[in-house]
Antibody
Framework: EVQLVESGGGLVQPGGSLRLSCAAS????????MSWVRQAPGKGLEWVST????????NYADSVKGRFTISRDNSKNTLYLQMDSLRAGDTAVHYC????????????WGLGTLVTVSS | EIVLTQSPATLSLSPGERATLSCRAS??????LAWYQQKPGQAPRLLIY???NRATGIPAKFSGSGSGTDFTLTISSLEPEDFAVYYC?????????FGQGTRLEI
């Protein structure tokens, strides 16, 4: 059974940083592109970033480009999202998910971790 | 950016009825279109991928159709647990995009 478990969310001040992690199990992690998707309170789903299975290729939404960095450690089956220069508008539940890209099909989602940016 | 427009925004139906949800893309996504279900307080769940393929464990009452720019999710004979928000998503072109969602309510 595929499991994706996010951690690292919390309350941070504007301009601060946070690092999210997603521990994956139940599938061959390195074979799949992985993504971060976020959902602001009461709003719809917004794609944030995707990384290829090898980690060689990445892509970002314009809203986070230059501030967020996606990475992965295939030896640890873990996906990361380094979030810098955080803004109030980044407040959202952040999901680790398989939503396609780089030839990978869509699949499973984690339960999400809440990031709140507020002073 | 490919914009996905879902209609209607809200669909009010009764248990036992058939639901038809639409997703229209601003340009062709070939068949790289997925549908997700999200219930309150839960993560989205993949229902359909590549326009018409049911994900593992998804019952046959959920079906998807379409290609190019027009897609449909059909739920036959609604049950109480089917009332939720449904999103479409394309993986044809960067940036990956989602529709704004259709709320299916009793």
């Amino acid at each position: 059974e595929v499991q994706l478990v996010e951690s690292g969310g919390g309350l941070v001040q504007p301009g601060g940083s946070l690092r999210l992690s997603c521990a994956a199990s139940g599938f061959t992690f390195s074979n799949y592109a992985m993504s971060w998707v976020r959902q602001a309170p009461g709003k719809g789903l917004e794609w944030v970033s995707t990384i290829s299975g090898s980690g060689d290729w990445t892509n970002y939404a314009d809203s986070v480009k230059g501030r967020f960095t996606i990475s992965r450690d295939n030896s640890k089956n873990t996906l990361y999202l380094q979030m810098d220069s955080l803004r109030a508008g980044d407040t959202a539940v952040h999901y680790c998910a398989q939503i396609g890209g780089y030839g990978s099909p869509p699949g499973s989602w984690g339960l999400g971790t809440l990031v709140t940016v507020s002073s | 950016e490919i914009v996905l427009t879902q209609s209607p925004a809200t669909l009010s139906l009764s248990p036992g009825e058939r639901a038809t949800l639409s997703c229209r893309a601003s340009q062709s996504v070939t068949n790289y279109l997925a549908w997700y279900q999200q219930k309150p307080g839960q993560a989205p769940r993949l229902l359909i991928y590549d326009a018409s393929n049911r994900a593992t464990g998804i019952p046959a009452k959920f079906s998807g159709s379409g290609s190019g720019t027009d897609f449909t999710l059909t739920i036959s004979s609604l049950e109480p647990e089917d009332f939720a928000v449904y999103y479409c998503q394309q993986r044809s072109t960067w940036p990956l995009t989602f529709g704004q969602g259709t709320r299916l309510e009793i």
